[in-house]
């Protein structure tokens, strides 16, 4: 068993062990899921620590058949596109949890059983080769973050966890099917049936035309709704607000990053052509997405929907960076992946730390924080300028990647997303000053300033934020090489399938 | 002299068509039952036809195993009709509603 | 018949033997009486002791080959099925076994009738002429209308037998009927022979009537209407039993009649399957979506789930008959379970049936509500369980066999179906526990749990082995016929 | 080799001293915290002149940006993407140097000065350290080598200016006013970010290096590449220099401790845009109408923020827009290509505009905090050293020979003149108009009744702002000495070296006898302007006036009702409609759906009425169709 299956096994059997504890020995329960995911953070950090920059290729691969009789293949797999969100997903866990045992009193067993169950979904996502697989962790962490919202979340929680479920899964459906077609394409171009993606893209699909965009849109609105792409965000409002913070942190940070990381992982090597000809189309949408994001964050009263629409906001950078299709953007938007992860992330947690001193989520009952709570205050805003994509923070290196590679490939684009960054200046003032500046509220004078274990959560997230935006180095030469080749090989296939006659299109049509 | 044989078959389609209607329109259960038989025993008209039309003597064999099923399904249907009337003092099959939805 | 054919059905053999001495025994242990209030250790041991004696037979014996000049048949096909219906009997035994005497069930006829079900669906399953499978149906049918009734002093009981009877001697009849007419045009009722012959108008319509009377029993639209009502109706462990054994049955005898026996005429039955497929899909799903009691909502899901098997037979082939059988297993592991769970519950004696009595589930009961969980991701077809792999292997054949629209329409409708059943998860996860609804602990009923789950996790995370006896056994079958 | 240590050591040092400040100030004792965030910047403006000492005497490496000697310092690679790299570089020459003493010298006065103006304050040490980490900034800025990296002192200097207007943040003006200062300057650094872009689609990098080494090859003369850059570039310079239309957020700047106002929004980081473009002339002058906008904008907004001076009550507001008037001067020359008149503005404006701003801020310290002209008068009997003070100021600020702002204006108005009239015309009427407000303010504060009677206790401030004010003064009138002349380049320009001028030719000097003229006639103005002062406000003989023209200048022409009405209104209005929108429109169409599917859940359940005549009709319609399939086939 190589690393990148512990890293999958070991959240089980973390949640097997807690499921052997008792349910009243809260403690050692919170023990068990803090333990497992520092574990899997140990793992992941090694396999980040170890991995090749140079290398396009795969790294720390492993290859089992699953079941041969269909071509499912257990295939895991790390490059440049994913190894870091692995690092990023591991990294969360144990902050999440950890603030979940300052933030939820009771009921820790469920809750640490679904996270863990919850992690493996994730890291299994990000590491998963064959399509069927990636499919089962992309559908396996719907469930435990369906119950992590309907059962912990706030009084809203069963419409905002079904709309999600529903929403997210409606996309996903789609998928299903297409994945299904690509591998019946590749069949007919190797004869071979398999679901195994390098396997499939060892030759061009050479599929092209209507039916390539089908399939293409098929696996786009599966992506699209979980990052989520206006129009197809609405199940994100809700959601972000009604799920305890610490769980809208991973659904934040972690879930959506998913639906970026499927377009770069399916979409552009296997449907090049398509995501050329839909590349206008889709940056619109992202235009529009951080634009209409940021006004509407700008305007809401509760600061969980206020964060819930500018990161989706932010989530529209990186949808144009990556159909920029050029080589800043895209590095741009990896980088922003994981910037998003950690910047958002931190909001999140901090604005749960917050509701967990008065209760309230509306930005109209605070005031003054900063007063009573100054290291909290500064947290906050440390967090906000990354956020806002202050140089200097990580926020930085992702957008202005993003929107210098998008400049060369759609100027005017560029420049309208530009504005999103004053936008996201405003919004995130508006939250900060709402909250901390001001008149000290009744009350908040004596709100309480970090904990040493609160602290302790929101430090390496603040570390992470300076040292990627010093020094982003490790970051970006991990995933060059990869996005170098994935875009060469698209531009290949895509001349591939220009000058070469078209195959026939059949499967998926009525005969 | 003998019935030529699609008079047989329509006979037949007649007779199933009949009790097809009675499992319509009629209300009680046991007229609703003697419908089906109906159809069953037109059924078994069609095989004897067929058997003689195409020679072969499964037919009539096939008519044993009919006769035998709307038999047992006489003997189970009448218990539960039974019961059904003890339970409810009634056989009307529009009165059975209990359960819809 | 010689002695070789009686060890080909040996396995129907045992179980009609252990129905009869099942009976015997009881009747002749309790003097009589109907309404026993003591369990019935030896009709229980009796009837699983049959079931798995069959299952060795069954699985362990190998021995392939038609008997009864043909009439029946023998191949891996039949074993595949045969392991459905059994693993049915066997879980059905298993769920009862608490149920019976707490509501003073007869636990003779019952567990006869059980048994008798089973060897119907199993001769569905082996059958090689439409007189074998007109045979199988009824067996399986007629236990089951005398099972749904069982519960005699419970009018809804009564009624969904009444209903289930008229209704299914209803579609029977027209079954017969196609009998008929293709005996009428083809001259036998050998399913290789009909295969072979000249298609025509009259073969047609025979064909449609046969089709009637196996989507009755495998409650496809708009043959569907009675089901509901009976799985209400029936009492809960014939319910369960009745909603796994059937579609069993059903579907062992569509797909030996349209993909192995009518494979050339796919061109005509592929579209008219799969739009009955996509409609019983709509139907069912959208039905169940605000059902607030259990039995009727899984009733619905059940007409759902008859719709997604019906993709594989509309889809043909050897890969839509295999995934059709992989999935008949799958769906009696995943259904069986999810009623198990149920039958550990219990509102004031009576059966807790609507969707609050799970309220506070996970709480009393940690691993019950944990495994309602997993049986009701499965049924919705999520990942990490077997139903998601059954729905992938039927979405594949459907479009291996160019048929896009069943499974498109197959993942938006489960998209739907989530919705149901995860209100059910949630349901049994949060709250707090109703006062009047009991948790019986039952070592039989937690057994039938613990294969159930292993089931669906074992198809789930390792299918390989399974899909290639399927496979192997779908092919063996096609070429059978050919 | 000690110029790359030191170089390093400029920016690193205020940002140890924030480090020290920030992280374990609140268990420091006051004086700690001065020690340190003066220590910092004291030894970051010692290293600054080392490093000066070191360029005069090392010989330079190369003739890289400015046509002078340069010195190189890479730190290590940034970003980079492909062909983008991004190294963190400094770049030591003449021009980043002078700015680094100017930022140095004035920062560590008001360091020194804010140890007295803001004792007794309990966020003493987050002030200090916001305000090292301000100097770390801005020393970045200036000694950054390549546009991207100086946006992170860019962006730096602007959100420590954010921090520090908002400084008491429980103030609700004050916080609104830092937001307000952020959001505005960051819309003009969305032009100076897409100038990096074009930038590196020009260059394809940012380095000052090459952009001056390869804009005549890149950049057609008065070509589109060139004009977009220089006015996307100008669009960042506007934001951040107060410049109109994006002046709005100095004057509520004014909020923040006086220190503050007098460093950074007088001194320092507001003449970031004016840095800028010296620093990237060479591109600039690439671009002839741009060039043009710049200058009108500066001429205008230096006319129309003196007016708007004229008539406020508010003694730092009038500053502050006195400050936004001397940066249109700033402007107007780098806009006629007068790069080190620019430059040399900008260090005698640093002087004597942090000189005004301290005295402004012991009077207010002397009064309690209190900063409304109309509430003052007669402080000179009480405050006659500060009185002193704001006087060498004012008459700095006036024009009035031989200060400082006397040179350095004369040198813009006449290099104005050369290039166009109508901008000298209108810098020598906003002489006149700047001569007539500073009168106007220092008779309201200085002169007249004492309008606090008995109650005062005011008096002049402890040495240690004493001290920082009388060193400026005595820059403010030495510092003409560092570009005064009339036929020689001045002691700054020749340190910057003719290399400002590359690509516009060698300098034209006027005539001795013209520019005589000139001198004269804006003395001439200066002087006018103060008497028509005198007379209005301490004589009070000539009265009057427009009213309209008093309700449009204490309106400030009306430019922020217009841009309530024109922008903010608006984008709030869109931004609840979207609010609402997106609940009711996109929302709603998909939980429409999901109704709709419901409702016909619910329709298909009545389907199932119980009656068994119903279902075996289902039955039967079921038969038909299947058979009416297969017979058809």
Known sequence: ?511 | ?101 | MSTADLVLVGPELVLTIAAVVVLLQDAWATGGVLEPQTPRPAAVWGSLAAVGLALVWDVGGRRWGPAFGGMYVRDQFTMIADLAALAAAGLGILLSSAYLPRVRLPAGEYHALLLLATVGAMVMAASGSLITLFLGLEILSFSLYVLAAIARRSRRSLEAGLKYLLLGAFATAFFAYGIALIFGATGSIDLREIGAARPSRLLGAGIALLTVGLAFEGALVPFHAWAPDVYEGAPLPVTAFMSVVAKVGAFAGLLRVFPLALAHLAGVWGPMLAAIAVVTMILGNLAALFQTNLKRLLAYSGIAHAGYLMIGVAAGGPAGTWSVLFYLLVYVAMNLGAFGVLLLLARQGMEADRVEDLAGLSGRAPWAAAALVLFLVSLAGLPLTAGFIAKLYLFRAALGAHQPVPALVGVLTSVVSVYYYLRVASAALSGGAPQAVAVLRNRLVGAALVLATAGVLWLGLFPAGFTAAVQQAARQAAAAVR | ?633
């Open chain 1, 1 to 511: 068993m190589g690393p990148l299956t512990w890293l999958i096994a070991l959240p089980l059997l973390g949640a097997a062990a807690a499921a052997a504890v008792g349910r009243d020995r809260e403690r050692a329960l919170r023990m068990v899921g803090l333990v497992t995911s520092v574990l899997v953070f140990a793992i992941a950090a090694l396999v980040w620590g170890r991995f090749a920059p140079g290398a396009a290729s795969l790294q720390f691969e492993e290859h089992a058949p699953w079941v041969p009789g269909v071509g499912l293949v257990y295939h895991l797999g790390v490059d440049g596109l994913s190894v870091s969100l692995v690092a990023l997903t591991a990294l969360l866990f144990p902050l999440a949890l950890g603030a979940a045992a300052q933030q939820l009193a009771g009921r820790a067993k469920g809750f640490v059983i679904t996270a863990l169950l919850l992690e493996t979904g994730m890291l299994g996502t990000f590491m998963a080769q064959d399509l069927v697989l990636f499919y089962v962790f992309w559908e396996g962490m719907l469930i435990p973050m369906y119950f992590l919202i309907a059962l912990w979340g706030g009084p809203g929680r069963a419409p905002a966890a079904m709309k999600f479920l529903l929403y997210t899964m409606a996309g996903s459906a789609l998928m299903l099917v297409a994945l299904v077609a690509v591998a019946f394409a590749g069949e007919r171009i190797a004869g071979r049936f398999t679901f195994d993606l390098p396997a499939l893209l060892a030759r061009p699909l050479g599929l092209g035309g209507p039916y390539e965009s089908v399939l293409f849109l098929a696996f786009t609105a599966a992506f699209a709704i979980k990052m989520p792409v206006w129009p197809l965000h609405t199940w994100l409002p809700d959601a972000y607000a009604e799920a305890p913070p610490v769980v809208t942190m991973l659904l934040a940070s972690v879930m959506a990053k998913a639906g970026a990381y499927g377009l770069l992982r399916f979409c552009l090597p296997l449907f090049p052509e398509a995501m050329r000809a839909f590349g206008p189309l889709l940056s619109v949408l992202a235009v529009i997405g951080i634009l209409y994001g940021g006004a509407i964050a700008w305007a809401q009263g509760d600061m969980r929907r206020l964060l819930a629409y500018g990161s989706m906001s932010h989530m529209g950078f990186i949808l144009l960076g990556i159909f920029a299709l050029n080589l800043p953007a895209l590095q741009g938007s990896l980088i922003q992946m994981i910037n998003h992860g950690i910047s958002t992330g931190a909001l999140f947690l901090i604005a749960g730390m917050l509701i967990a001193r008065t209760g309230r989520a509306d930005t109209d009952g605070y005031g003054g924080a900063g007063a009573g709570a100054p290291t909290l205050a500064a947290a906050a805003m440390i967090v906000a300028l990354s956020s806002l994509a202050l140089p200097g923070t990580n926020g930085f290196i992702g957008e202005f990647l993003i929107l210098l590679g998008t400049f060369q490939a759609r100027p005017a684009a560029a420049v309208l997303a530009a504005f999103g960054v004053v936008a996201a200046a405003a919004y995130l003032l508006a939250f900060i000053g709402r909250i901390f500046h001001g008149p000290v509220r009744d009350g908040l004078a004596s709100m309480g300033d970090l904990r040493r274990e609160e602290l302790a959560i929101l430090v390496p997230l603040i570390a992470v934020i300076f040292w990627v935006g010093l020094y982003p180095r490790p970051l970006l030469a991990r995933s060059e090489a990869t996005v170098r080749a994935l875009l060469a090989n698209a531009a290949a296939a895509q001349t591939a399938a220009r000058q070469g006659p078209h195959v026939a299109a059949g499967g998926g049509t009525s005969p």
């Open chain 4, 1 to 633: 080799m000690l110029i790359p240590v030191l170089a390093v050591l400029v920016p690193t040092l205020p940002l140890a001293g924030w480090a020290l400040n920030g992280l374990w100030g609140g268990r420091f004792t006051r004086r700690t915290v001065a020690i340190v965030a003066c220590g910092a910047v004291a030894a970051a403006f010692a290293a600054a002149a080392l490093l000066l000492w070191q360029i005069r005497l090392a010989p330079p490496p190369g003739r890289a940006p400015a046509g002078g000697p340069s010195w190189i310092v890479d730190l290590y690679s940034w970003i980079g993407a492909g062909s983008i790299q991004v190294p963190l570089r400094l770049l030591v020459d003449p021009l980043s140097v002078a700015m680094a003493l100017v930022v140095g010298g004035v920062g560590l006065l008001i360091h020194v000065y804010s140890v007295g103006y803001m004792d007794g304050d309990p966020g003493c040490a987050r002030y200090f350290a916001y305000l090292n980490l301000f100097m770390a900034s801005m020393f970045w800025l200036v000694l950054a080598g390549n546009l991207a990296a100086m946006f992170i002192g860019w962006e730096g200097v602007g959100l420590c200016s954010y921090l520090l207007i908002a400084f008491w943040f429980t103030r609700p003006a004050a916080a609104a006013a830092g937001v307000k200062a952020f959001l505005v300057t960051r819309l003009g650094d969305v032009g100076f970010l897409l100038g990096i872009f074009v930038a590196f689609g020009v260059f394809g990098t940012t380095d000052f290096g090459v952009m001056t080494r390869d804009a005549g090859a890149r950049l057609a003369l008065g070509g589109g590449a060139a004009t977009a850059l220089a006015l996307l570039l100008f669009a960042g310079a506007a934001g951040k220099s107060a410049q109109l239309p994006l002046y709005v957020w100095l004057p509520d700047a004014m909020e923040g401790p006086t220190p503050v106002s007098a460093l950074i929004h007088a001194a320092t980081m507001v003449t970031a845009g004016v840095y800028m473009i010296v620093r990237l002339h060479a591109v600039f002058l690439r671009a002839p109408a741009a060039m043009d906008l710049i200058a009108a904008v500066g001429a205008v907004t230096a006319i129309f923020a003196a007016a708007a001076a004229l008539v406020e009550p508010d003694l730092k507001r009038v500053l502050a827009y006195s400050t936004i008037s001397q940066l249109g001067y700033m402007f107007l020359a780098v806009g006629v290509g007068a790069f080190s008149a620019g430059i040399f503005h900008l260090t005698s404006h640093a002087f004597f505009k942090a000189l005004l701003f301290l005295a402004a801020g012991a009077v207010m310290h002397a009064l309690g905090g209190e900063t409304d002209m109309r509430r003052m008068g007669g402080l000179a009997r009480r405050l006659p050293r500060t009185t002193a003070a704001f006087a060498i100021g004012a008459l700095a600020l006036a024009g009035i020979p031989p200060l400082s702002g006397f040179f350095s204006k004369d040198l813009i108005l006449s290099e104005a003149f050369r290039a166009q009239a109508w901008l000298w015309a209108v810098g020598v009427a906003a002489a006149g108009l700047t001569a007539v407000y500073i009168l106007r303010a220092f008779a309201l504060t200085f002169l007249g009744a004492d309008l606090r009677g008995a109650e005062g206790t005011a008096h002049d401030p402890p040495p240690s702002m004493a001290a920082p004010m009388w060193i400026l003064a005595g820059l403010t009138v030495a510092g003409g000495g560092l570009g005064w002349s009339f036929t020689h380049p001045g002691i700054l320009e020749r340190f910057l070296l003719t290399g400002l001028r590359a690509g516009a030719g060698p300098p034209a000097r006027a005539g001795g006898a013209g520019e005589g003229t000139l001198v004269a006639a804006s003395v001439l103005v200066a002087v006018a302007g103060i008497v028509v002062g005198w007379l209005v406000y301490v004589r009070r003989s000539l009265r009057g006036g427009v009213p309209a023209l008093a309700g449009l200048l204490s309106h400030r022409f009306y430019i922020e009702e217009a841009y309530a009405v024109g922008v903010i209104g608006p984008v709030r209005a869109l931004a609840r409609v979207a609010a609402v929108a997106d609940r009711t429109v996109t929302d709603a169409a998909v939980m429409g759906l999901a109704r709709a599917l419901g409702r016909s859940g619910q329709a298909l359940r009545g389907l199932e009425t119980g009656y068994l005549r119903h279902y075996a009709a289902f039955v039967l319609v079921g038969v038909l169709l299947i058979l009416a399939y297969w017979v058809s086939r």
């Open chain 2, 1 to 101: 002299m003998t019935v030529p044989a699609p008079y047989h078959l329509a006979l037949s389609a007649v007779l199933f068509t009949l009790g097809m209607v009675g499992v319509l329109v009629r209300r009680s259960a046991l007229v609703v039952f003697m419908s089906i038989e109906v159809m069953l025993n037109a059924v078994n008209l069609a095989f004897v036809t067929f058997a003689r039309l195409r020679g072969v003597v499964d037919g009539q064999l096939l008519v044993f195993f009919v006769l035998v099923v709307a038999a047992v399904e006489v003997v189970i249907g009448l218990a539960i009709i039974v019961d059904v009337f003890r339970a409810m003092e009634t056989v009307d099959v529009d009165d059975v509603d209990l359960l819809r939805g």
